[in-house]
């Protein structure tokens, strides 16, 4: 088991939670045009809420998850899973995002694979999986599937809209385009433009599985065998991006893996050589590899700059306050890339405070360093709260 | 914010809140808690930003609703444009800083107008200290020893004005504060040098 797990574990025991969560899940038949102009006939939304929603609707706390993330967010789905959802030490009773006060809510994002409509989902039209013929979808769109569903649900104002590395994207999108909606925008860990240098590993990655025989150009869903090898080895690779130098020598330094000394062969030798296998071999167990294909160019095509000729422009109209958070060692989005989100925010006189987090954990940092992001998030509530009242 | 210090900073606000107009968009550059940048939202509907390094400082700053960057003002202020502030501030901070000269340039770049406010070390307390006991001066407004003071740049008031003069900065104000309130306040204007305890300046350039 590796240090993350037990983290996970540490807790389930130690922290507050939600108990027992069921995912939701909503149709769309309405048919909804996406930016690339294509259009999706029928979608299923799967979402979780947690905490109640008050009459007038306006405590909403809506979380954006991140690449391989899903609904579950927090609390548990049967009293025997060994991990609660993706976000738990941040969202509970108590805890940054207190479920005793706001209604919280985590769907999953389009082109996923885990309860909304993506490319391992069955096309209407042919009754078979989409595969390659799902449209390429972007940010945006997973944001206006998202906006499809608070309408759904009646919400019409967002206190918060929060979420870190992709899921920051999907921040940043929504006080854009839904700038009524939102008052409070927390962006973790993310850009308003993907580098060169997260293009390139996205790359990589999908490169990794295309170049697995049994990918077969996206048709694998009838066929015993998967694209797992490319899938794995995307995942090793996503990996060692979200870690850090620090951590890495930190939780493996040179150690080897059952062994007390080099054995002079391939196998598996070093601790780290088998993390990054453990995490590639569950990583297959519960992901899609088109899912993987889709989401990794919704990401490299996001850049906001361009799409509205500056991020100045971009920001023009927000009406959100805004607190970005960003880590110390996470090099995959820099801080300098918050900054330049806070830069622009602040060019536009908007309401944007700014803290980086000091970390050992790179871009993880935001799935674990829920207690000094409690504290900024806690009083960054607070002034907003005063005002509610 | 030590409890001896309250008094200053409470002083010192009062003459940075007269000085500011109306609606102004005003930085402040080592914003502490936020009070300052607070009571000028408040009282004065000012578009207020606060740049502070400590995340006690950044989290109170939040707590009232300010909108804070967390950062090291050595580091200059490059994300900032030209005059793109009304008045920038410098609270009690100048003498703290690594570079403070980069920063007072960085200051007089970003602000239309520029308020600096530090403890006077010419004050005539200060100098008989150092004659009379051959000892690092300490006082109400610097209580630290010379191991554990945060105030690593300290100036006179007459450093302040030749320094102001030799860049071409212009001092619109030069404000001269003693705390003892039996001190005779003609004196304290006169001599200011000599009497002031601390000094609030308003400048341009």
Redesign the interface.
Request: cysteine-free; hydrophobic content about 25%.
């Given at each position: 088991m590796s240090d993350y797990e037990s983290n996970e574990i540490k807790i389930k025991d130690n922290k507050k939670s939600i108990g027992i969560v069921k995912t939701e899940y909503i149709e769309v038949t309405e048919p909804i045009t996406l930016v690339s102009g294509k259009t999706l006939e029928k979608i299923r939304i799967a979402y979780e809420m947690y905490g109640k929603l008050n009459e007038e609707k306006t405590n909403v706390i809506l979380i954006c998850h991140a690449l391989s993330g899903d609904a579950h967010a927090a609390g548990y789905h049967t009293p025997n899973d060994k991990k609660p959802g993706w976000w738990d030490g941040m969202i509970g009773p108590d805890k940054s995002f207190d479920t005793n006060k706001y209604c919280v809510i985590c769907s999953n994002f389009l082109g996923s694979c885990n309860g909304t409509t993506g490319p391992s989902s069955i096309n209407p039209k042919t009754n078979k999986p989409y595969g390659l013929t799902f449209p390429i979808i972007t940010i945006k769109d997973m944001v206006n599937v998202q906006k499809i569903l608070l309408d759904k649900l009646g919400i019409k104002k967002i206190f918060c809209v929060t979420g870190g590395s992709i899921g920051g994207m999907q921040v940043l999108e929504w006080a854009i385009s839904y700038p009524d909606m939102v008052k409070l925008a927390i962006p973790i860990a993310t850009t308003s433009s993907l580098s060169a240098q997260g293009i390139a590993f996205n790359e990589v990655g999908r490169q990794a599985i295309m170049m697995d025989p049994n990918w077969n150009n996206g048709n694998y869903y009838d066929s015993d065998k998967k694209p797992d090898k490319g899938l794995s080895l995307a995942r090793m690779i996503g990996h060692i991006t979200y870690l850090s130098d620090d951590i890495m020598d930190i939780k493996f330094a040179r150690r080897l893996q059952n062994r007390s000394q080099l054995g002079f062969d391939f196998l598996t030798e070093f601790q780290v050589e088998s993390y990054l296998h453990h995490q590639g071999s569950t990583f297959i167990k519960r992901f899609d590899a088109n899912s993987y294909l889709y989401i990794t160019k919704a990401m490299d095509y996001f850049d906001l700059a361009a799409e509205y000729g500056s991020l100045e422009n971009a920001f023009a109209n927000v009406q959100a306050a805004f607190l970005v958070i960003s880590f110390s060692t996470d090099w995959l989005f820099p801080s300098s890339e918050s900054k330049e989100i806070v830069r622009a925010l602040r060019y536009c006189n908007k309401e944007v405070s700014y803290s980086e987090i000091q970390s050992l954990y790179g871009h993880d940092a935001f799935l674990l360093e829920f207690e000094k992001m409690k504290i900024l998030i806690k009083s960054f509530f607070k002034a907003y709260e005063n005002e509610e009242k | 914010m030590k409890k001896n210090e309250n008094e200053i900073f409470r002083l010192d606000y009062d003459v940075i809140l007269n000085l500011v107009e109306f609606n102004s968009?005003v930085l402040d550059l080592g914003c502490g808690d936020g009070e300052l940048l607070y009571r000028l939202k408040k009282e004065k509907n000012c578009?207020v930003?606060g740049v502070e390094i400590s995340?006690t400082g950044?989290?109170?700053?939040?707590?009232?609703?300010?909108?804070?960057?967390?950062?090291d003002i050595n580091e200059g202020l490059k994300?900032?444009?030209d005059k793109?502030f009304d008045y920038v501030i410098l609270s009690y901070t100048l003498q703290e800083l690594l570079k403070p000269e980069l920063v007072l340039n960085e200051t007089l770049r970003v602000g239309k107008k520029v308020i600096v406010s530090f403890p006077n070390f010419g004050n005539w307390k200060i100098r008989l200290y150092l004659l009379l006991k051959g000892r690092m001066p300490k006082s109400k407004i610097l209580p630290f020893e010379w191991y554990n003071t945060p105030n690593i740049h300290l100036i006179t008031i007459k450093d302040f004005r030749i320094y102001c003069m030799e860049k071409n900065i212009k001092v619109l104000k030069e404000i001269p504060i003693n705390l003892d309130k039996r001190f005779n306040q003609f004196l304290v204007n006169r001599f200011r040098n000599l009497f002031a305890q601390f000094v609030i300046y308003l400048i341009y350039k």
């Open positions: - | 968009k578009l930003r995340t950044v989290v109170e700053s939040l707590e009232k609703g300010l909108s804070v960057y967390q950062g994300d900032y444009p793109s």
